[in-house]
């Protein structure tokens, strides 16, 4: 027991769950079951009417299902009858020939020697019929009759040996003792498993023969009403203990637990342990299998009711290891210890979950900041700035009318098409105070040097980044038949701390100097 506590905890609690010990708390009344704890069922058929000529249409299984002082009267008595009739007989054909008043006359031929009487025709009916054959009775040739009727009587016996001989044989090689050695928890548990709730009993094999092919099966027994208004009562529903995965196939050589998960399939997916208490059912457990000494197939059964459903409970462990082998103790066969549980239903425990959490909520600040960080930020500004820079410096000289139109023609339409990409992707165009911090400070860095590294960056859209220069932007925006060759690109703008001298061709330079 200390060993049993330091694995599970100081908590945890064995009850023995006998039903000869007393409990204080009030007994509840015992109401009639439908299958008895041995197996037994508990039902009657009656007002057969008619129908009862069925039963002797199939005679021999009649008698097998027949209680075994039944069958012991009826296999005395048949015998008994049989020989009596059958030694009258013989007893009638002697007097009819006359035998019985010539039995000690030498000279005269008798049908069956040495029959004076009914007790020595009856001691020869079972010399004839037990085949023993003592030599003093026998047939003579001069009686036909009797030649006829010990044909018959060897066919009859043989009739009746084969009828009454097979029946007690059937009746006593039946399987039905083999399933007091298989043996059932007293009570089903309820309590956790894997993370899940689970009904729960044990089964156990006393005999060292193995069950061939195992296969359990249990049955929820319950009367419910339909929704037209139709009552059912005793209904029977299946419960799932495996059968798509196969747990429901046992290699029964030591106690194992069966397990039912209740789930939103399972027909408690709505019991508590509140709710327990005022439920009426009954849980009918069937393991059947293959004897291995006979080959016949055997049927064990048993039920729980709802008094005999523990909630938060759990079976104590009956295995341990020896030198050589493992040992089982049926002793803990049916003991259970307890354990932390849940006391609502499943179906309270998901509705639980399915509420949504407020910390989970998201806000409208977060999503407007989660919204800000998609979007791609084009700054118009930026490109100003760039080039109000580039005139205070004094590094842009005097062009002709003509190249003038040409620059401010091709910065508005710049313009135009920068705004015209942000409001197509529904995107905020920021200035540089909206830009991170890295690029306001180049941006009011002075100098040429500071003015030259000044780019229009966009933030991460999802995980690809993306650069982009307010030269890229201009490139882009150009038809396809205008872009140029594969190469550097260079911004027809200004550039930040540049001329614009150095972008021309020298012919236009030229006539820049010359004016």
Known sequence: ????????????????????????????????????????????????????????????????????????????????????????????????????????????????????????????????????????RYITEKCPEGIILFLFQSLLGSIVDAFLIGCMFIKMSQPKKRAETLMFSQDAVISQRDGKLCLMFRVGNLRNSH?????????????????????????????????????????LVSPLTICHEINPKSPFFDLSQRSLMNEQFEIVVILEGIVETTGMTCQARTSYTEDEVLWGHRFLPVMSLEEGFFRVDYSQFHSTFEVPTPPYSVKEHEEKNSLPSPLSTPTPALTESHGARRDRVFSVDCINTSEERGRQAGTVGRLPSKLQRMSSSGKEDLQRKVLLLGSQHSEKACSTGDLPLKLQRLSSSPGPEAENRLQLKSIKVGFEPMTQSTGDLYQHSLPPTLSPAPGPMHSPLLSAGGRLEDNLPPKLRKMNADR
């Open 1 to 136: 027991m200390a060993a049993l506590r330091r694995k599970f905890g100081e908590d945890y609690q064995v009850v023995n769950t006998n039903r000869a010990t007393t409990f204080s708390a009030p007994v509840k009344k015992k109401r009639q079951r439908f299958v008895d704890k041995n197996g037994r069922c508990n039902v009657q058929h009656g007002n057969l009417g008619g129908e009862t000529s069925r039963y002797l249409s199939d005679l021999f299984t009649t008698l097998v299902d027949l209680k075994w002082r039944w069958n012991l009267l009826i296999f005395i008595l048949t015998y008994t009858i049989a020989w009596l009739v059958m030694a009258s007989m013989w007893w009638i054909i002697a007097y009819i020939r006359g035998d019985l008043n010539h039995g000690h006359d030498s000279s005269y031929t008798p049908c069956v020697a040495n029959v004076y009487n009914f007790p020595s025709a009856f001691l020869f009916f079972i010399e004839t019929e037990a085949t023993i054959g003592y030599g003093y």
């Open 211 to 251: 069950m061939v092919s195992a296969q359990i099966r249990c049955k929820l027994i319950k009367s419910r009403q339909t929704p037209e208004g139709e009552f059912l009562p005793l209904d029977q529903c299946e419960l799932d203990v495996g059968f798509g995965t196969g747990a429901d196939q046992l290699f």
